[in-house]
């Protein structure tokens, strides 16, 4: 069976300034021989300076949205072409902040992680069920269907997807280790490439990283609060140590 590498992955969301780049250069030695793929997706106002400033490292920088389109008049926009072009190499799309407050759907979902691959950016493409979804025990039927209308319709595409709870994002709260490993277990029976990398989202910190990314199918983390601060984003990073 193929090893599938681990991916650690921040975003940022909409926090980081200019003096946020000394929490990165703190990673750099956390970060120096991973044996696993660690990304941070800052917003797009420091992203380029990211890039620039950390091109020696193994720190891989992505955006947290693009557009559906390549150009055009799309005020405020930013394309996967665009991302490309300053040296992203991935972009979180469908993330469930974008699906709650711009209503964006999973066909817009689809539409974005195509543009990605074809800009040559790899799409990190969110699903997740919400509370109301997963007390009503509708959680699985909910996140195949996701995936089903968001994956991209593209031949051997290499995209990632991020399995996130909404409740669980943000929260504190955390999926239990059973309920991921029944999610990814599903989620990877239900995808048709094996060795598509699955990664889980929702209130992952230093304390319980290890324990989620020892789970057969979970292959990474999609963190939010806990990357912001070098410490507890190498927290995360070092769990993955194998
Ligand atoms: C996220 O924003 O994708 C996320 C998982 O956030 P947090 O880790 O803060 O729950």
Known sequence: MTKIRTL???????????????EIKQLEAATAHA??????????????????QFSKTTIAFGGQDC?????????????AAMLKDIGATYVIVGHSERRQYHRETSAVVKAKAEAALAAGLTPIIC????KEQREAGKQYDVVKEQIAASLPDVANADFVIAYEPVWAIGTGLVASIDDIATMHNTIRDFI???TTRLLY?????????????????????LVGGASLKAKDFAEIINAARS
């Open 8 to 22: 650690i992955a921040g975003n940022w969301k909409m926090n980081g300034l200019k003096a946020d780049l000394d």
């Open 35 to 52: 044996d696993y793929d660690v990304l941070i997706c800052p917003p797009f106002t420091i992203l380029p300076m990211c890039i620039w």
């Open 67 to 79: 557009h559906t389109q390549k150009s055009g008049a799309f005020t405020g926009d930013i394309s």
């Open 127 to 130: 699903v997740g069920e919400t």
């Open 192 to 194: 048709e490439v094996k």
């Open 201 to 221: 989202g929702g209130s992952v910190k230093g304390t319980n990283a290890k324990d989620i990314l020892s789970l057969e199918n979970v292959n990474g983390a």
